[in-house]
């Protein structure tokens, strides 16, 4: 996520880290797992440290657990998303490139 955020001037992202052992991912998650509660609140916190309006915010996630953080940020994408959450989230992707994303981020402006 790091490298993808920096290549597209992303300053602010937060993510579970997923295990990679000789370049393949395992399905496993390493480091602190963030909690649904968690993504909400960080995201609301960086949008009050930087005093921009919920109108100006964005949120990505694949799962039911960034539901609370999706529905916080004015626009919540569902990504390459589960079923149950791409029910309650009307933006999704489907198609697995983060560049999918920037034309309903366009929309914002």
């Known amino acids: 996520m790091e490298r993808l955020a920096k290549s597209l001037g992303i300053a602010y992202f937060t993510a579970n880290q997923l295990e990679v ?34 109108e100006r915010t964005v949120a990505i996630g694949d799962g039911v657990n960034n539901l609370l953080m999706l529905k916080s940020a004015e626009l919540g994408i569902a990504f390459c998303a589960k079923e149950v959450l791409k029910k309650e989230i009307p933006h999704h992707v489907d198609k697995r490139d983060f560049l999918e994303v920037l034309p309903l981020i366009d929309r914002l402006e």
């Open 21 to 54: 052992k000789e370049g393949l991912l395992t399905g496993k998650l390493v480091g602190q797992i963030i909690s649904p509660q968690v993504k909400k609140e960080t995201l609301e916190k960086w949008r009050k440290k930087l005093k921009l309006s919920k």
